[in-house]
């Protein structure tokens, strides 16, 4: 990218779209508005102190990307800043899953309380083994 965040060179783009139609678009109007903020000063800050700054961002497709921005130097007259994006959004939706099991099982804990699981489950027939032939309802 150059210094405003027009895509230069891209060796692979989202499904649905082709190399030539990204080459001189700003990246930034492919992320949603919510994020272009901090997608922007990332890129501003790799810019100007040359050190890396990483920001995760949401696509208008809604993919989730981890980008890491980095100024790259030598090439022409000016500085540039590459971006190798990592599609992550796989790894968000496994974690939001997670997130809302923990949050239910979470819930289920805090409605058996003090009573325990088994005071809760008490009035339930258990079905037991007396013989290798015989089941008793108990």
Known sequence: MDHSGRIEFANRVMPG?????????????????????HCYEAHQQ???TGQVHTVESLDLYGNCWACPFARITGIGET????????DITQNRKVELALGEREQRYRQLLAAVGSNGIH????????????????RTAV
């Open 17 to 37: 779209t082709s190399v030539e139609g990204f080459l001189g678009r700003e990246w930034f109007g492919y992320v949603v508005p919510e994020h272009r903020c």
């Open 46 to 48: 790799a810019m100007l």
């Open 79 to 86: 500085d540039h800043v590459m971006a190798i994006c990592r």
């Open 119 to 134: 005071g809760r489950f008490s009035a339930t027939k258990r079905i037991s083994a007396r013989s290798s032939s015989t």
